[in-house]
Nanobody, 117 residues
Framework: EVQLVESGGGLVQPGGSLRLSCAAS????????MSWVRQAPGKGREWVSS????????YYAAFVQGRFTISTDNTKNTLYLQMHNLKSEDTAVYYC??????????WGKGTLVTVSS
């Protein structure tokens, strides 16, 4: 059974950093395309970043502007999203997904990131 469990969200001040984790089971992260998607309060889900088959092909939404980094730890079968210089508009539930914007196969339940002073 494919499972994705996110963690690492919380309250952070503007300009701060957080690292989100997504522990995967039932499949191998290094052999899969993986993505982060977020949903701000009252808005629809928006794509944040994707990594293709655990290698150097990474893609980011324009609003990331070099602040976020997606990566995997194949020994832990885990996907990460390192976020720096967080802004209030980054406040959202962040979801880990197996797949990419053309097709998502599975979703985690999300982790809440709140950026506020």
């Amino acid at each position: 059974e494919v499972q994705l469990v996110e963690s690492g969200g919380g309250l952070v001040q503007p300009g701060g950093s957080l690292r989100l984790s997504c522990a995967a089971s039932g499949f191998t992260v290094s052999s899969s395309d993986m993505s982060w998607v977020r949903q701000a309060p009252g808005k629809g889900r928006e794509w944040v970043s994707s990594i293709y088959r655990g290698i150097s092909n990474t893609y980011y939404a324009a609003f990331v502007q070099g602040r976020f980094t997606i990566s995997t730890d194949n020994t832990k079968n885990t996907l990460y999203l390192q976020m720096h210089n967080l802004k209030s508009e980054d406040t959202a539930v962040y979801y880990c997904a197996k797949g990419d914007p053309t097709k998502y196969d599975a979703w985690g339940k999300g982790t809440l990131v709140t950026v506020s002073s």
